[in-house]
C-alpha cells in the first residue's frame, strides 16, 4: 500500500489548480484536432453536440475523477488501491499508467512538429511556397529522421525538466505563466482572423448549425473528441486533484475546467475558420489543417511572419501544459508505488517513454514498414489509447463512483463538507451510474468495430 501522503506536494492556490488541470486539458487536442474535426463534421451542429456532451457527460466524468483523486491522495494505481482495497479495481489504475505511456510517446512526436513549424516560422520557410510544395514540405519533413527525433526529444526534455521540479514549483508555477500567454496569443489570432475580408463565411460555417450533416457516427466522434479534449478517462485528473487541497470546491473547479477547455476550442475554430474562409480554401482538409493550410493562409496574408510565429508557439505552449500531466501520472506512480526519489522516477519515465516515441517519431520515416493490423507504431498507440484505453477506463471510472463508492462518500468529497446537501448530487448518480456508462459503451463498441452507423 502507498504511504500515508503526509508530506504529498499540493497545488498551492486555486488559480494553480485551474491553470494546471485546463493546462492539461488544453493541447493539441483544442488547436490541432477540434478545428479539424469540426471541419470535417460540417461546422455548427457538430459544435452543439460536442457542447451537450461536455456537460452531460465529460463534466460528470471529470468530477468522478477528481472524487477518486482527492479523497485518496494517491497516484492513479494507488487510489483505486486505497479506496477499495484487495479488490480488481486497480487495473483501472494500471490502464491509465499503461495509457499514459502510449499517449505520451505519440502526443510528444507530434508536440515535435509544432517546434519544426516554429522554426520554419521565425526563419520565414513558408514564403513563396503553394499549398502543393507546403503539402510537400510537410511530407518531406515528417519522414526524416534527424529532425522528428530532435524535436521529439527536446520536447520531451522540456517535459521532464518541468515535472522534475515537483508539482508547486514545476507544474503549477510553468502553467500559470504559460496558460495566461496561451489565452492572449489565441484572442490576438481571432481579432487577425475576424478583421480578414471574407471572415463572415467562417463564422457561419462554425456557428451556424446544418443538422443534416449530423449522423450517428459524427454524433459519437464527438463524444470521443470531448473524452480526449477533457483529458479524462486515463488517471490524468486522478493524479491531478489528488494534489488539491481539501478547501477547494471540486464541483466548481471541475466546472472552470471544463469551460475553459471549451471556449479554448471554440477561440481556435474562431481564429482558424474564419481565415480558411477569407482565403477561399476547403474546411474539411483533416489533419493537415494545421501544418499545411495555415502556413498557407500566413504566407498570404498581412502580417503573416508574425502570426505564424505566434500560432505555433500557442500550440507548443498548449502541447507542453499537457505532456507534463502525461508523465506526472506515470512520475507519480512510479514515486508512491516504488519509493524512487522524484529525480529519478522522472528521468526514468522520459527515458522509457523515448523508447516508444522515438518509434513514433519515426513512424513516418525510416520506420514507415513497420506496421501491425496496417497501422504504423504512431498510429497504433494512438488507436489503442485514445479509442480504446480512454473510452474504457472512463466507463470503469464512471462505474467505480456510482456503483462502489457510491453516493454518500461522492457527495462528501464534492460538498468538502458532510453537512452539505448538494443540489445536483441526484442527477450526478444518475449520469455516473447509467446514462454515462451507456454512452461510453456506445461510443467504445463503435470505436473497436464492434458496433457500426
Ligand atoms: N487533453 C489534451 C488535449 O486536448 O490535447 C490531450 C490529453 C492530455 C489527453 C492528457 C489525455 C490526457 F491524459
Known sequence: MSGVPASRDSFGSRFGVIAATAGSAIGLGNIWRFPYVVGENGGGAFLIVYLAFVVAIGLPVMMSEFVIGRSSQRNAFGAFKFLAPGKPWSVVGIMGV?????????????????????????????????ATELTTMFNDFRSGSSR??????????????????????????????????????????????LTLDGAAGGMEFLFKPDFSKLTASTILEALGQAFFSLSIGMGTLITYSSYIQKKENLGSAALSVAFTDTLIAVLAGVAIFPAVFAFGIEPGSGEGLVYITLPNIFQQMTGGYFFSILFFLLLGVAALTSTISVLEVIVAYFV????????????????????????????????????????????????????????LGGLLIVLFVGWYLGRKKT????????????????????????????????????QIGLLSF
Open 148 to 193: 522528428p527525433l530532435l524535436w521529439f526529444f527536446v520536447f520531451m526534455g522540456l517535459t521532464a525538466l518541468i515535472i522534475v521540479s515537483g508539482v508547486k514549483n514545476g507544474i503549477e508555477k510553468y502553467t500559470k505563466i504559460l496558460m495566461p500567454i496561451l489565452f492572449v496569443i489565441l484572442i490576438v489570432l481571432c481579432i487577425r482572423s
Open 411 to 446: 457527495e462528501m468529497e464534492l460538498s468538502n463538507d458532510g453537512d452539505l446537501k448538494l443540489w445536483y448530487i441526484t442527477p450526478f448518480m444518475l449520469i455516473v451510474k447509467f446514462i454515462a456508462p451507456f454512452a461510453i459503451a456506445m461510443v467504445f463498441l463503435q
Open 336 to 391: 508512491e508505488e516504488f519509493r524512487v526519489s522524484r529525480k529519478k522516477a522522472t528521468w526514468l519515465a522520459a527515458a522509457s517513454v523515448s523508447v516508444l516515441g522515438f518509434m513514433c517519431a519515426l513512424s513516418w520515416g525510416p520506420m514507415k514498414d513497420v506496421s501491425i493490423w496496417g497501422k504504423n507504431v504512431f498510429e497504433l498507440l494512438d488507436f489503442t489509447s485514445a479509442n480504446i484505453l480512454l473510452p
Open 98 to 130: 499503461a495509457a499514459a505511456f502510449m499517449i505520451l510517446a505519440f502526443y510528444t512526436a507530434v508536440a515535435g512538429w509544432t517546434l519544426e513549424y516554429i522554426y520554419q516560422s521565425f526563419t520565414n520557410g513558408f514564403a513563396g511556397k503553394n
